[in-house]
């Protein structure tokens, strides 16, 4: 544990001020690979008494270290114009703090306080660096939906501590859980469900997406939403008796709620309002997976995880360089890319077929093994999850011809300078797509 702590901590105090970024996005690659011998521990890893690892929270720390390090990449204009640059590492680095001590925690209450923190930061990441006034309003949706809708669980945590001697997770089968009643399981997991979030608790998320500045957006879709499926696994593994009473109500829910998120997705003209429509759909396939309580919907809900992760922080940045080009989110202004920008061209291209989920990558087989599983539950939920394959690629194809092709706007400004690292940033992305394939038992 001290091994992440420290260095993070040390890095702001004794950087230069010049070198500050370079040095912080160094050490947090370093980080990643020293946490990757961690892999190999088949059975959990307890490093002290409030904190452990084991073969689901090592991958999601590394993506947090991974995804961290992108985001400082991906904001270097922030350092250029030196808008309170300072201040903007100051909170990247603190949001990365609490998620890696969120993933690590043993202690229920001690996960459930550091998964309400990593909102303060990611609030003022919106509501500082955002582009658009209305970015007051979408912090507030975040702030409620997710607050709100944790209030159940808090009290249910502790009814549960009330009742057990015992709040570690290394020990979850000695629990005892004060209820029996389906409802009161349901307002239990709610906290995880809007997280997520689960159709219906999702309005929040277009909002934050769309008001958020680019690092707001990679860490919000790879990382903050994967926090709810972190305590959704917990609590499932935990109480699974109690989770098999509730899950029809929710997969059939999720599952409807992909087909309609995917329609949306469709109607859609602002760019980055349809990649956040289209994390709503991919979670609502991961839901269900999950509910279903088998190891296959586990081990694809994780390997959904870590998959969308990469390929949806990959996304905001393609979105993201169309926004520095035309200052437009609109697709109706951002086509013909494949005109002025091939190489851009080619990107969209790859990242929106591992947006549908295209061999050879981790999002293809994360989806097989969440299909499988649905299917074990009921043959009719066939129906339902080969309309939402067919609209996931529908949207996919949507989103690249509409920015690809056509005749280019007038209004396009491009910094050859700029793409560069732009690029560097995609093929970091793309990497762990196409290597982890190679290797899925790393992440299953």
């Known amino acids: 544990m001290l091994m992440i702590i420290l260095p993070l901590i040390m890095m702001l105090i004794m950087n230069k001020k010049n070198n500050l970024w370079s040095n912080i996005i160094f050490i947090l690659l370093i980080l990643s690979f020293m946490l990757m011998p961690y892999f190999y521990y088949e059975n959990l890893y307890m490093i002290s008494k409030w904190s452990m690892m084991d073969k689901l929270s090592t991958p999601l720390i590394i993506l947090t270290m991974w995804i961290s390090s992108m985001m400082i990449l991906a904001s270097y204009k922030i350092n250029m114009l030196k808008n309170n640059d300072n201040m903007f590492m100051l909170y990247i680095m603190i949001l990365n703090l609490i998620l890696c001590l969120c993933f690590m925690s043993s202690n229920i209450i001690l996960f459930y306080i550091l998964f309400e923190a990593s909102l303060i930061p990611t609030a003022i990441l919106i509501m500082k660096w955002g582009y658009q006034p209305e970015r007051l309003q979408a912090s507030l949706y975040l702030i409620m939906y997710t607050v709100l809708a944790s209030l159940p669980m808090l009290i249910c945590l502790m009814l549960i501590m009330i009742y057990s001697d015992n709040m570690n997770f290394a020990v979850s089968d000695k629990f005892m859980y004060p209820f029996n009643n389906k409802y009161m399981w349901l307002l239990c997991i709610i906290g995880f469900l809007v997280k997520l979030p689960m159709y219906t608790t999702h309005l929040w998320l277009p909002k934050a997406h769309v008001e958020a500045p680019v690092a707001g957006s990679m860490i919000l879709a790879a990382i903050l939403l994967k ?39 469709l109607r859609q003209s602002d760019l980055k309002s349809l990649i956040a429509y289209s994390s709503v759909s991919h979670m609502g396939l991961l839901i269900a997976g999950m509910m279903t309580s ?16 990469l390929s949806s922080s990959a996304l905001f940045i393609l979105a993201n360089m169309n926004y520095d080009f035309i200052m437009s989110r609109s697709i109706y202004l951002s086509k013909g890319t494949i005109i002025f920008a091939p190489i851009m061209s080619m990107w969209w291209f790859l990242f929106a077929i591992m947006n549908m989920a295209a061999p050879p990558s981790i999002n293809l087989m994360s989806e097989i093994m969440l299909i499988t599983s649905i299917t074990s539950i009921s043959y009719l939920s066939m129906i339902l999850l080969g309309i939402i394959s067919f609209l996931t690629a529908g949207y996919s194809m949507y989103m690249y011809t509409s920015i690809n092709h056509a005749n280019s706007s007038n209004y396009v400004f491009i910094y050859p300078s700029t793409i560069n690292k732009d690029f560097t940033l995609l093929l970091l992305h793309m990497l762990p797509i196409i290597l982890i394939i190679m290797k899925p038992e790393l992440i299953t």
């Open 294 to 309: 088998t190891k296959w919907g586990l081990m694809g809900s994780l390997a959904m995880m870590i998959a969308h992760g």
């Open 227 to 265: 926090l709810g499926g972190y305590g959704l696994y917990r609590m499932s593994y935990m109480f699974p008796w109690l989770n098999k009473s509730v899950s029809s109500f929710i997969i059939s829910l999720s599952l409807m709620g992909g087909i309609i998120t995917s329609i949306i997705c």
